[in-house]
């Protein structure tokens, strides 16, 4: 089975932290057809590999990726990142250059030759110690109304712990291991981010929240998903994107 690819996860992580084309374009400074094309993996409106490493990186930034890791699956699935340009390949005379003799000194000659040597330095800067670091003028976030809230980290489990009962009541419990990469996306009742990102294959993570959380899945098929201590039935034979929300465990009538 193939990873995602990049254009279904930027396209999911968008609509999971609920982005039209238009916000993202505003936010990145890239334009919406272009946009469009990553979300259906069609990088020809980019001009080359250089600058589309860039625009992805740019919008997983705005629709909560990690953009380094994004940018690094991206080179796995289209041959690897391009090699870094000697500076010796990005000016090379080709011939020497004959001062001739004047009496006087040639300050046209000594003007081009200084400029000369800033250009040749200034590219040997980009070249040789920018690498992979481009910052783009989409390398924005997305300002948000709310107040910032750290994700909760994923918890692990000791071998019988119980929670309290107090807790228990009200305390949604969801617990994912992964079959292949895919993209989750998981926030609690009030809109708090749970976890947003490639959920990698064979790992497996708990998380709880209060009251309910909510969860989206872009291959609901590559996921086995418990909540509560249940297992969420029907995942393996979903197609694409799957949304679901999760409450608490219902009291047993006694």
Not at 88 to 95: C, H, T, Y
Not at 137 to 157: F, K
């Amino acid at each position: 089975m193939q990873e995602q690819s990049i254009g279904a996860m930027l396209r999911a992580a968008r609509q999971a932290a609920g982005l039209t084309v238009a916000q993202v374009s505003a936010a990145t400074r890239i334009r919406e057809a272009m946009i469009h094309g990553l979300e259906q993996d069609d990088y020809g409106q980019c001009g080359g590999a250089f600058y589309a490493r860039g625009h992805v990186r740019a919008v997983a930034k705005a629709v909560g990726l990690d953009p380094e890791a994004t940018v690094h699956l991206y080179d796995q699935q289209h041959g690897g990142a391009p090699q870094p340009m000697p500076a010796s390949a990005v000016f090379q005379a080709d011939r020497k250059i004959n001062l001739p003799e004047r009496r006087g000194p040639n300050w046209t000659m000594a003007l081009g030759v200084a400029l000369a040597i800033v250009v040749v330095f200034g590219m040997m800067r980009v070249v040789g110690g920018s690498g992979d670091q481009v910052r783009t003028a989409g390398d924005v976030r997305v300002a948000s109304a709310r107040p910032s809230v750290p994700p909760n980290t994923p918890i692990t489990e000791s071998p019988g712990a119980k929670p309290a009962k107090a807790d228990a009541k009200n305390t949604v419990t969801v617990r994912i291991k992964a079959k292949r990469s895919s993209y989750v996306s998981l926030h609690d009742a009030d809109g708090h981010k749970l976890f947003a990102g490639t959920f990698k294959a064979g790992r497996t993570s708990t998380w709880r929240a209060p009251d309910k959380v909510n969860m989206l899945l872009a291959d609901a098929a590559a996921v086995t998903v418990h909540v509560n201590g249940k297992k969420v039935k029907g995942l393996d034979e979903s197609a694409g994107i799957v949304r679901r929300s999760f409450g608490p465990p219902k009291p047993q009538s006694r």
